[in-house]
Structure formats: C-alpha cells, structure tokens
C-alpha cells in the first residue's frame, strides 16, 4: 500500500516563503494524481494545487495563482508545493492526497477523487 507523508511546514511572517514536500512510498507504486489541499480552523477543506503524476493538467485554487507553484520529483517520488508571497490567510493544515484508484482526467481538483491523504502539516503566517 502506498503512503505519504508531507513535510515542511512551519511558522512564517507575512511575506516570507515555505515549500512544502509529499513523498510517497510503497507498494504496488501506482499514483494517477496529487493535489494539495488545506483547511483553516472553522473552514472546509480547499484546494491549492494538482496535478497529474505525469506533471500534465496543473490547477490552482484562486487564492494562492501566482503566488504558489506545484511540482514533481518522480526520482524520488515526491511532490512539491512553493508557497511565495505567504499571507496571514494563507494559515492552513497542509494534506497532500493522491488517486491511486479513479484515474478521471480533469477531476484533479476534486477533494473525492483523492484515495489517500497524509497526516498534514501545519503552515502560519503571522502579521
């Protein structure tokens, strides 16, 4: 079974930058897409970035275009998310998730179509 594990999260000021790393792992190694979601305390999950494994079909949520940029390693299987331009709003727990099931292009922004999520890390941006 493949998991993931995210990383890089941490406290910034207003202003500053973070990347923030997925990496998965194990077996059988099948992964379709990835997208990074976050959630705010009192606020439903919403999406930040996905992409195809292939790095094709790259979204953004409205919020964070031209500020955050989503990558790929596949060497090392893992997923990356540069966050620029970091704002107070931007203070999130970070879930990376991956489809290891649907393959639905063009659904990479949905949060269903994601079949395993990490654990999350904590992103906050003070003023």
């Known amino acids: 079974q493949v998991h993931v594990v995210e990383s890089g999260g941490g406290l910034v000021q207003a202003g500053g930058s973070l990347r923030l790393s997925c990496a998965a792992s194990g077996w059988p190694f099948t992964i379709y897409a990835m997208g990074w979601f976050r959630q705010a305390p009192g606020k439903e999950r919403e999406l930040v970035a996905a992409m195809r494994w292939s790095g094709e079909r790259i979204r953004y949520g409205d919020s964070v275009k031209g500020r955050f940029t989503i990558s790929i390693e596949n060497a090392k299987n893992t997923v990356y998310l540069q966050m620029n331009s970091l704002k107070p709003e931007d203070t999130a727990v970070y879930y990376c998730?991956?489809?290891?099931?649907?393959?639905?292009?063009?659904?990479?922004?949905?949060?269903?179509?994601?079949?395993?999520w990490g654990q999350g890390t904590q992103v906050t941006v003070s003023s």
């Open positions: 998730g991956i489809d290891q099931l649907r393959n639905l292009t063009g659904m990479e922004h949905h949060q269903w179509l994601y079949d395993t």
